[in-house]
Every structure is written in C-alpha cells, then in structure tokens.
C-alpha cells in the first residue's frame, strides 16, 4: 500500500463541465482500483512558467490517494489520450508504514539494543526480553 | 624575498574563506522538501533558471538530491521555468 500525488494540468479555454468530467472519469479509475482518495483539490488557474504550445496558462488539479499501484498505469493512459490534458504527473509519496518501522528500528538502536533477545531470536517469537518490554513501555509514555 | 612574502600573503588569502553554510533542511528538520513549494524551490534557483550547486546552496549531499529531484518535478508541471528565455511575461 502506497501514497500516491497526481497533478494534471487542464486547457484553460476547455468548455464548461469538461474539467469535472475528466475529474469523474479519473474518480472512477481510482474507485474500480479500490483506492482511498484523500484529497481532490482544484488549485484554478494558473500562469505556466513557460509556455506549453499555444497554452501561457492552465488549469491544475490535485488528487491524493493511496492504494496498490496496479491502476496507475490505466490513469495514466486515460490522461495521456485526454485532449483537453496538457501535462500530468504521477509521484509515489514516502510509504507510511516503511517511515514507522524505521522510525521503530532507529529507536531500538538508540537505546542500546536491536530488539532482538540474548538467544538472538526476535521479541515476537517466544518470551519478550526486558529491554524490549522496557522500550514498549517507553513509547506508552 | 619579495617573492615569498607575496606568496606568503596569497596563502593566507586563500584560508580566510567565508564559514561554510550548513544545510537548513538538517538544522530544521520540520522543513519539508517538495515539488509543489515552488518559493522554497525558487530559492535554489539562478537568474536564468539553473539549480544552484552545493557550494552555494549550502545544502547536504542528501537534501540536495532531493532539491535537485523535486525542481525537476516542478519543472515538468510549469511550476517553475527551465530557463529564463522561456519563462512566460
């Protein structure tokens, strides 16, 4: 499971409706992916820093979702195929869970041991040794 | 004699360097790097475009990797100019 940013910049001379439709199509790309969307924002108009064909200005929306990544390239091909798409970008933000544990990992280090007992097996397996009893109770606190 | 005076001085020009910034993105650790923070971005950027080197941005081997990664992000969805000759007045 992952984060991911989608940010596509739409024509700014597009008819009415026709930025809600892509929106609609892209929602239900994410939704046939079973992925969470977080956010969907509509940052407007915007001046390009530099001019994309005719286009001095675009339209840029944002989506936030997560899920496994197995629909993105589907996204993608719908936004590429887009008439009224001038750019998109996808980006896999840092994976949450992967930040945790080597948060949990770094913290285990500090305190003088690797969580692992005096027989070498892991906490998990068997009886907890007390430094790893000590660090749990330390992030209680 | 002369001479090695000259090159006496020169020497001791060249050690008083200014202090070598320290990375504000290991001092501040709140500091978030990102493609969409085009202001922040900007900073690292020149005149004309180009992404400021190490030596002057004062950025860790690391951060700036990340600075050099997210400029070109920001790049690739106009939110910042390759270069000043096609930046849109």
């Known amino acids: 499971m992952n984060e991911y940013e989608t940010i596509y910049i739409g024509r700014p001379d597009l008819a009415v409706g026709r ?41 840029y929306v944002y989506f936030n979702y997560t899920g496994d990544g197995h629909f993105i390239t589907e996204l993608e091909r719908t936004l590429k195929y887009e008439e009224g798409v001038i750019r998109y970008l996808t980006v896999r933000l840092v994976d949450v869970d992967a930040v945790a544990k080597k948060k949990k990992r770094i913290n285990q280090l500090e305190e003088g041991h690797d969580g692992f ?21 330390g992030q209680k606190d | 004699m002369a001479r090695k005076i000259r090159k006496k001085i020169k020497k001791e020009k060249r050690r008083s360097t200014s202090k070598r910034k320290s990375c504000r993105y ?29 030596r002057i941005s004062g950025n860790c081997a690391y951060h700036q990797r990340r600075v050099v ?10 939110l910042l100019p390759y270069t000043a000759a096609h930046a849109t007045l």
């Open chain 2, 69 to 78: 990664e997210a400029v070109k992000r920001a790049r690739l969805l106009a």
């Open chain 1, 19 to 59: 930025i809600e439709k892509i929106n609609e199509k892209i929602q239900k790309i994410l939704k046939e992916g079973k992925a969470d969307v977080i956010d969907c924002r509509d940052w407007g108009t915007r001046k390009l820093a530099y001019r994309i064909g005719p286009c001095t200005n675009g339209r």
């Open chain 2, 26 to 54: 290991c001092t501040d650790k709140e500091l978030m790097i990102d493609y969409k923070l085009i202001r922040q971005l900007g900073s690292f950027l020149s005149e004309r475009g180009k992404i400021a080197p190490r």
């Open chain 1, 117 to 137: 007992d005096e027989r070498g097996s892991p906490p998990e397996s068997g009886s907890a040794s007390e430094g790893y009893k000590g660090e749990d109770n």
